[in-house]
């Protein structure tokens, strides 16, 4: 029998959407906004839409960004030979909670993944070669997985002609992890023994 409202299970599957947020969890939070007050539930959906309506990709490294150029692109103190190419914005921050890069990113928006439709001309990939000019070394930081591994070995032939410094993360990240969940220590071991890609 079921007993809880249509309008709960609405919120329940509105949060379940979330990754890492299986179904109880959701519900739990369903149940803790029926504790918030009308004003306050009315304010988080504001500052939800608001923020929606700020956000923007960087135009020069695609991160997600309310100033375009982003912050990071913008920092003259940053060094400008030394490129990360990740996936998606949220490893620009993993990184960055490392303190351990100073360079400047470039964010793909995905990985190559034939079988979901996403070749080459679906990611950020055009840009990267206007921004070559001052970069002596690229790592190519993407998530141990198949497609992160396809997508960098792809990464590195096609940027190999231009006599640049490849590297890649060192292993130590498990396989099928996403940098996003890596502990800082690990993922600066990582940025700190990166190797050339051959």
């Known amino acids: 029998m079921k007993i809880l409202p249509d309008s709960l299970d609405q919120i329940t599957q509105q949060f379940s959407r ?19 007050n009308r004003e306050d539930v009315q304010h988080l ?21 309310e100033a375009d150029p982003c912050p990071v692109c913008l920092d003259t103190r940053r060094d400008d030979s030394l490129l990360c190419i990740v996936e998606d914005s949220k490893d620009v921050v993993a990184i960055e909670e490392t303190s351990r890069f100073n360079g400047k990113y470039h964010i793909l928006g995905g990985v190559l993944s034939p079988l979901d439709g996403i070749g080459p001309d679906q990611l950020n990939i055009k840009t990267l070669h206007a921004r070559m000019d001052d970069v002596q070394e690229i790592i190519i930081a993407m998530n141990p997985s ?3 591994e396809t997508t960098s ?24 992890g996403d940098l996003e969940y890596i502990d ?15």
């Open 153 to 176: 070995l792809y990464l590195a032939k096609i940027l190999q002609s231009r006599k640049i410094k490849i590297t890649r993360l060192a292993r130590g990240i498990p396989s099928g």
């Open 18 to 36: 979330f990754p890492g947020i299986g179904k109880k969890t959701a519900q739990r939070m369903a149940f803790q906004l029926l504790d918030w």
């Open 184 to 198: 800082g220590v690990t993922l600066g071991r990582a940025l700190d023994d990166r190797h050339e890609l051959k």
């Open 146 to 148: 198949v497609e992160g």
């Open 45 to 65: 959906g504001e500052v939800i839409i608001q923020s929606m309506d700020k956000l923007r990709h960087c135009s020069v490294c695609n991160l997600i960004t």
